[in-house]
């Protein structure tokens, strides 16, 4: 692998409720070490770490009638679980949607950053991840995947989610080992 262009972290919902809580899944603890590891070696060699967590209107926001109440703005459901160790230089981007571009300044501030690949990490990778890749690549992003970073509810939902980024954003998968000796 190459050098990576411009990049940044993308960290999408590792929030209490998405690892423990409400939507909480043994699939989604698994990746906490190695996203731990990878943030925390982003951060050391200056690659911006940008945590985009739904912050949902209790009530209102639509994904609510199909999930149930989860990271609702405000609660501790939805913080960004203890174990990334969320710093005063990452960046929080509030979400209502699956999607960490919709209706967000996601765009605004990777421009401002001067970012030119996203490095996709978080949950599910057939969802959210799925969408935020897809905004990121229409958006004229290089998407790459973090496959030990990832995750979904099911390995057939995981391996879906991977193999749609690689087929319509081009976004390769590679380890933390790859993804460290390339920033």
């Known amino acids: 692998m190459e050098k990576l262009n411009h990049p940044a972290i993308l960290v999408v919902d590792m929030l209490n409720d998405f690892v423990t809580g409400a939507l909480g899944c043994d699939r989604a ?82 421009k401002e950053l001067g970012v030119k690949t996203v490095i996709v990490t978080g949950l599910h990778a057939h969802m959210c991840v799925r969408h935020t890749s897809a905004d990121a690549y229409c958006l004229g992003y290089d998407v790459v995947a973090a496959k030990d970073c990832l995750n979904s509810f099911t390995e057939e939902e995981f391996q879906g989610g991977l193999a749609y980024l690689k087929t319509c954003y081009g976004a390769d998968a590679y380890g933390n080992e790859e993804l460290i000796a390339a920033f």
């Open 29 to 110: 603890r698994a990746i906490v070490p190695a996203t731990a590891e990878l943030l925390n070696a982003a951060r050391a060699k200056g690659v911006p770490v940008i945590f985009c967590n739904d912050a949902h209107l209790p009530g209102i926001d639509r994904e609510l009638q199909i999930w149930g109440d989860h990271a609702i703005a405000g609660t501790k459901g939805a913080e960004v679980i203890p174990e990334l160790e969320l710093c005063e230089k990452d960046y929080v981007v509030p979400k209502r949607r699956y999607s960490g571009f919709f209706q967000t300044d996601l765009d605004i501030l990777l």
